[in-house]
């Protein structure tokens, strides 16, 4: 089993659909999770973190944290097709390393 | 722009050849990890600094591999006797200890081995 996993998709969803992405992780004393955006040919970027249980809204983004069930996502409200990339999911290990999933391509299609 | 920075962006070498990374944190920044991004997967750790010591190796950073971060300011990645395998994004990342764990990457160097 991969520390961090992530459906590889592709996702689509039609522009000013909310998309949704999911991501799973083993070790259940993670504190911290991210979700950083990737287009392609660039680095991540950083868009979200969470540390409690709940959610944490950003704009258009939400991420929803919930420990008991090991499941981070991320809610994106009336996508765009700038939207259009790769989400990648990442979970702090306990000496400060991010553990990525391998990522969730979304595509918005206008 | 994070104000991570790294040079080269791209590199293209020959099988065999020795190459060097260079990668400048954000300035406050006191811890810098080093990670690589292979096609269609996510970022692997490979080693990370806190100011200059390094506290970190992944199993993935065979002898081949050095990182160095002499003054606790940039940090350099070398690769010797470079592989095939060796292709792939080389990505930097920075953070400030004490914050929440919030790291944030440079451009990347792409390397390619022919």
């Known amino acids: 089993q991969k520390e961090v996993e992530q459906n590889s998709g592709p996702l689509s969803v039609p522009e000013g659909a909310i998309a949704s992405l999911n991501c799973t992780y083993s070790?259940?004393?993670?504190?911290?999770f991210f979700w950083y955006r990737q287009y392609s040919g660039k680095s991540p970027e950083l868009i979200m973190f969470?540390?409690?249980?709940g959610d944490k809204e950003d704009g258009r983004f939400t991420a929803q944290l919930n420990k008991a069930s090991q499941y981070v996502s991320l809610l994106i409200r009336d996508s765009q097709p700038s939207d259009s990339a790769t989400y990648l999911c990442?979970?702090?290990?306990?000496?400060?390393?991010?553990?990525f999933g391998q990522g969730t391509t979304l595509q918005v299609k206008p | 722009d994070t104000g991570v920075s790294q040079n080269p962006r791209h590199k293209i070498t020959k099988r065999g050849q020795n190459v060097t990374f260079r990668c400048d944190p954000i300035?406050?920044?006191?811890?810098l990890y080093w990670y690589r991004q292979t096609l269609g997967q996510g970022p692997e750790f490979l080693t990370y600094?806190?100011?200059?010591?390094?506290?970190?190796k992944s199993r993935l950073l065979s002898d081949r591999f050095s990182a160095e971060r002499p003054k606790g300011s940039f940090s350099t990645l070398e690769i010797q006797r470079t592989e095939q395998g060796d292709s792939a994004m080389y990505l930097c990342?920075?953070?400030?200890?004490?914050?929440?764990?919030?790291?944030?990457f440079g451009p990347g160097t792409r390397l390619t081995v022919l």
């Open positions: 990342a920075s953070r400030l200890v004490g914050a929440y764990n919030e790291q944030f």
């Open positions: 070790d259940r004393g993670s504190q911290s």
């Open positions: 969470i540390y409690s249980n």
């Open positions: 990442a979970v702090s290990s306990n000496t400060g390393k991010l553990i």
């Open positions: 300035s406050e920044h006191n811890r």
């Open positions: 600094f806190q100011n200059e010591a390094q506290l970190e």
